[in-house]
């Protein structure tokens, strides 16, 4: 199935069609007016640039009409094997569509909405017959039914006609369009970039991210830069003014050499806060007891540092180079892009 994209924005136009395999572009007069278009053939010419096959109307009150200006807007420099005139249904409208594929042109006849019209412009040999399934269902009209009509006479009879799905309103028309095994659809921006978007895709593709990076990721690369290092001469009530700074929940406490004496954390704050009370917040760091801390080099993959935090239940991890504190780990870490 063909797949066109339906506008008239060129921001929209050069973004879909960046994905490379879009077939072409259907666009109308009505869009064009609604983005203040105001040069109709300079955009014709422009657009004619930029997609692979170009859909633009060709009107007229009589069928001479609308060949001239089809033949006028050849004349601007389209090519004829990438250009498809769009005219409406009418009497006139399909005898310009046969005048037109004498002469070897491509046309889509559009602005369908029964079975007669799409008949009448597959026997003038329309290459497209276009029926507008939003604009029918608006009508309480039955748009697949006429949709699929139209299919099983393109296989029944063997016109060489491709019957185009229009009036795309939502993600369940282009499933309607795929069921129907119409040839072509043209579908706005808005609706074509949501076509990809399930849940559960976006779950499992998170969950293969997190998972590369736990096995590729080195934990020196995964630290923000921040080395939340303090004296072991800093007073707690410091202290707690250097956690916020830094924004950890944690703090490693170095002696004047660099070397480790511990690290603090906001849970022994609220722990000597309760045992000793506000006096405890004049105290120097150095001066308390402190276990030895959990720590992992740098150089070690993030999968190893998930399985320390798993093991030891605790949110942030030291992080050494040759056992110098070069920062700290936190578990939120281990979930970022």
């Known amino acids: ?8 924005n060129l921001k929209e136009i050069e973004e879909g069609f960046k994905l490379g395999f879009l077939d072409g572009l259907t666009t109308t007069p009505t869009f064009m007016q609604r983005e203040g278009v105001t040069d109709i053939d300079g955009m014709i010419v422009k657009l004619s640039k930029i997609v692979p096959v170009l859909q633009i109307e060709a009107l007229g009150n009589t069928a001479e009409d609308v060949v001239k200006e089809a033949h006028r807007q050849l004349n601007l420099g389209l090519d004829p094997k990438k250009t498809v005139f769009k005219i409406p249904v009418s009497l006139e409208g399909v005898r310009a569509c046969k005048l037109l594929r004498n002469d070897g042109l491509l046309v889509n006849v559009h602005l369908v909405y029964s079975l007669q019209q799409a008949y009448m412009a597959m026997h003038a040999g329309a290459t497209y017959v276009c029926p507008l399934v939003g604009r029918l269902q608006d009508q309480g009209q039955d748009a697949l039914g006429l949709v699929e009509q139209c299919v099983d006479a393109v296989d029944h009879y063997g016109y060489n ?24 659809i043209t579908v706005p921006l808005k609706i074509l970039k949501g076509l990809t978007d399930n849940h559960f895709t976006t779950l499992g593709t998170e969950q293969f991210l997190r ?34 700074e830094f924004g950890f929940g944690a703090i490693v406490v170095t002696s004047d050499d660099m070397q480790v004496k ?19 917040l004049d105290k120097q760091l150095g001066s308390l007891e402190y276990k030895a801390p959990v720590s992992i080099e740098a150089g070690m993959l993030l999968n190893d ?6 093991k030891t239940n605790v949110d942030t991890i030291l992080v050494t180079d040759k056992g110098k504190p070069i920062g700290m780990l936190d578990i939120q870490d281990l979930e970022s892009n």
């Open 262 to 280: 511990g690290v603090f954390t906001d849970g022994d704050l609220r722990r000597y806060l309760q045992s000793e009370g506000a006096s405890v």
């Open 161 to 184: 006609t491709k019957i185009m799905f229009s009036s795309v309103r939502n993600a369940e028309h282009v499933r309607n369009a795929l069921n129907v095994g119409v040839h072509t």
């Open 305 to 310: 540092a998930a399985a320390i935090f798993k």
């Open 211 to 244: 998972d590369t990076k736990l096995m590729t990721v080195k934990v020196g690369e995964a630290i923000n830069g921040v080395n939340p290092v303090v004296a072991a001469s800093t007073n707690i009530k410091d202290a707690i003014v250097k956690m916020t």
């Open 1 to 8: 199935m063909e797949l066109y994209l339906d506008s008239a």
